[in-house]
């Protein structure tokens, strides 16, 4: 049976990157800082239109020092809906991750934050999930009346635009992924914006051990920086990205379509937004046949894909802690991450893949006459 896998990495020809290769041999600079990697950082900020941008060898550590460039102590208000990279982050700088419920856009709910905010609270990291922008303008008040910093996990949102400008732009810092999961991948990678050289002089000194000199360490800094060739396979990758997000455009489109009147897959509100690097849907149903068994039934059927984001970070063990971190209401949360399903989506998808998607889910909750919303039978919902 063919397997169908919720992301398959866009690469480019390997032809094309082989003169980068190349040239890296020839020159014996692999790493630390060298042209490809400088070339990349120029090309990005180009290409985003922001103004600085660090590259990492992955947006963890970027998260990181993000977290330690800001001198972030003390409690971080935050989303339990992401990646446990997001907290892992925050606790690795010693810090106090405060959970606060999502709306159902998937991102944080502003209108909770403020009741988070103790006198410990020093800063914001909120994460565009799914590449959906978070309520920025709203963010950015919170954090100037309450003096605190904010740190956009911008992990999903390349290529993002906010009112016509990157979404990068807001907030202290960005910090995006370019992991072979992601629209833009390096096959690992990550990058932090800013928006002062002095700030950029910052991170680029943490990134690199805190080497202001040959003679002289001024800060605990870190190795995480991104290596040449993960840089020149960038350089070539964003000769294709604008390709990349047009046909994820065009099969999170066919997706919605598909979908369009089904009253037990709901699909994303706000998927014009986003730059499409997921596609998530909530599965409505009831008893055991929940999103669980849709899920392991996709799966008996070749479809993987993936339960983003489910448990909840704060549903870890390792979360469940009480010293480790602090948990708010998160009722919205929870609701989503029991239904939540992100579909296969990446360039090369069939249009005939997604149709065996849709017609997969359809046939898993109509073969089972149980299936009812709102006291609407299976075969009249879909
Ligand atoms: N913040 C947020 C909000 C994040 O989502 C992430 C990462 C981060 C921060 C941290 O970024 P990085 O430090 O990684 O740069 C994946 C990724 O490993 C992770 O980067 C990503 N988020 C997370 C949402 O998903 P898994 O455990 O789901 O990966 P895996 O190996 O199961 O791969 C998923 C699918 O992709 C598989 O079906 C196969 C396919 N795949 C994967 C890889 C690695 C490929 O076809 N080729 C590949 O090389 O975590």
Redesign the pocket.
């Known amino acids: 049976m063919k397997k169908i896998?919720?992301?398959?990495?866009a690469l480019p020809e390997l032809e094309r990157v082989i003169p980068y290769f190349k040239e890296i041999w020839d020159s014996r600079v692999l790493t630390n800082s060298g042209p490809m990697h400088n070339k990349l950082e120029t090309a990005l900020c180009d290409y985003l239109g922001v103004k600085y941008v660090s590259l990492?060898s992955?947006?963890?550590?970027?998260?990181m020092v993000a977290l330690k460039v800001l001198n972030i102590k003390g409690e971080v208000i935050t989303t339990p809906f992401?990646?446990?990279?997001?907290a892992h982050?925050i606790i690795w700088n010693n810090s106090t991750p405060v959970f606060v419920d999502i709306e159902d856009d998937f991102n944080i709910d502003t209108n909770k934050i403020e009741d988070a905010i103790t006198d410990k609270t020093t800063a914001i990291m909120a994460?565009?999930?799914y590449g959906m922008p978070c309520r920025v303008e709203e963010i950015e008040a919170i954090a100037k009346r309450r003096n605190l910093k904010v740190i956009y996990?911008?992990?999903?949102a390349f290529g993002v635009k906010y009112k016509d400008t990157s979404v990068l732009n807001y907030g202290d810092l960005s910090?995006?992924?370019?992991?072979?999961?992601?629209v833009f991948?390096t096959?690992?990678?990550?990058a932090i914006v800013s928006n002062s050289l002095e700030m950029k002089t910052k991170i680029d000194k943490l990134k690199n051990f805190g080497f202001e000199s040959e003679v002289h360490v001024s800060e605990i800094g870190i190795n995480a920086k991104m290596n040449e060739l993960c840089a020149a396979i960038g350089l070539v990758q964003l000769q294709d990205i604008d390709e990349v997000l047009r046909e994820r455009k065009n099969i999170a489109h066919y997706y919605q379509q598909l979908f369009k009147g089904s009253r037990l897959v709901s699909t994303f509100k706000h998927q014009s937004l986003t730059n499409n690097s997921?596609y998530p849907v909530l599965i409505e149903s009831e008893g055991k046949f929940n999103r669980d068994f849709v899920y392991e039934e996709l799966r008996s059927k070749g479809i993987?894909a993936?339960r983003?984001?489910y448990p909840l970070i704060s549903d870890f063990s390792v979360y469940r802690i009480p010293e480790k971190s602090k948990t708010r209401d998160l009722a919205m949360a929870k609701m989503i991450s029991d239904k939540v399903l992100c579909l296969p989506i990446?360039p090369g998808l069939e249009k005939s893949e997604q149709e065996y998607i849709f017609n997969t889910i359809v046939e898993i909750q109509t073969s089972k006459p149980k299936y009812l919303l709102s006291g609407v039978p299976i075969n009249e919902c879909i």
């Open positions: 896998l919720v992301t398959k990495p990492f992955n947006a963890t550590l970027g998260l992401s990646f446990v990279a997001t982050s994460v565009h999930c996990d911008a992990a999903h910090v995006l992924s370019f992991h072979a999961t992601k991948n096959f690992e990678g990550g997921y993987f993936r983003y984001f990446y």
